[in-house]
């Protein structure tokens, strides 16, 4: 078993308009739909290989938006031994606003996510702790991705951790056990109270995560790429990555995360940096399409040379 999720699961809304609304103001759509919950999939879809090597423990309604979500990770061959359902709550939703320069805002409710607790951890823990890469982030309850967290590290197992929706205050052992800690230049604002608009305020922040105790940080800037260092490299290291047109930037913090977990579970001889050019180069893929999970290529739809 090679890949470990604990992640949250939503039903997405999209809606395109031709700029995004500021504050109390009514603006009208150019187009709207309701698609298929893919926050997972997000993370999993380009480089899925068989059920054996991606578990995905997460919780749903039970519901038709849970009911579909279901499905569709069967029929990508992702297994659902650990994906809950539950009465007590509804499936997740996000609705997603994108501009014309592919821009977004994002609201999310947690739903059926807020539910899974630890004692579903339990359950999974045999495949949590045989994993190569465990990811977690912070749209479910931060104690239970903090507990997830433990059981990857205490067992070995590299951990990947996007602070995703970011708070201000926290807990420091996120950083403690976050082999690989990685977030864009907003939530890296949020957890250091800092700017940062470009590569050299963005290696100033990692060097702030970085002392509180993680080993890697990574702080994604768009089109600018990525902003890397580490315990081992302390310099912070610009990664640029080629320009394209975006169409919908939606998800591509998502697919940077998902090819980075790839790598670092299948290509682990490769250098960081090289892993990032990976990563940069498949998220820059994913904006050039509308969606979140409909952006994202299948690994025999890229180049060969990213394998």
């Not at 009208?28 to 068989?50: E, G, H, N, V």
């Not at 539950?86 to 805002?105: L, P, R």
């Not at 990032?276 to 060969?304: C, E």
Request: glycine share 6%; charged share 20%; with cysteine.
């Amino acid at each position: 078993m090679d890949i470990s999720f604990l992640l949250a699961l939503e039903g997405k809304v999209p809606t395109s308009v031709s700029r995004l609304p500021g504050l109390e103001q009514r603006h009208p759509w150019c187009a709207s739909s309701i698609k298929l919950p893919t926050t997972a999939l997000q993370k999993t879809k380009k480089r899925r290989r068989s059920s054996d090597e991606i578990r995905l423990v997460a919780q749903v309604g039970k519901d038709s938006f849970g009911n579909d979500y279901i499905e569709n990770l069967r029929q990508n061959d992702i297994s659902t031994e650990f994906t809950y359902q539950t009465k007590d709550a509804a499936t997740g939703a996000a609705s997603i606003i994108v501009n014309n320069e592919g821009h977004n805002i994002i609201v999310i409710v947690a739903g059926a996510n807020l539910l899974l607790n630890t004692e579903d951890l339990k359950e999974a823990a045999r495949v949590i702790s045989r994993a190569k890469v465990m990811i977690c982030q912070l749209e479910i309850t931060p104690a239970t991705s903090l507990e997830a967290l433990t059981m990857a590290h205490n067992s070995g197992v590299k951990t990947l951790f996007n602070p995703a929706p970011a708070i201000a205050d926290l807990d420091p052992q996120f950083y403690a056990l976050s082999n690989v800690f990685c977030c864009n230049e907003s939530e890296a604002e949020i957890l250091t109270s800092l700017a940062v608009s470009n590569p050299a305020e963005a290696g100033k922040a990692a060097l702030v995560l970085l002392a509180r105790g993680c080993q890697v940080v990574i702080i994604t800037l768009g089109a600018e790429g990525c902003v890397m260092v580490s315990q081992t490299e302390p310099v912070p290291k610009h990664i640029p990555t080629e320009k394209v047109k975006a169409v919908d930037t939606t998800g591509a913090g998502d697919s940077f995360v998902g090819a980075l977990a790839f790598y670092l579970a299948y290509y682990p001889n490769l250098s960081l940096e090289e892993m990032l050019k990976r990563s940069n180069f498949i998220a820059a893929v994913s904006v050039q399409t509308t969606g979140t999970q409909s952006s994202y290529p299948y690994k025999k739809d890229l180049p060969l040379s990213l394998f």
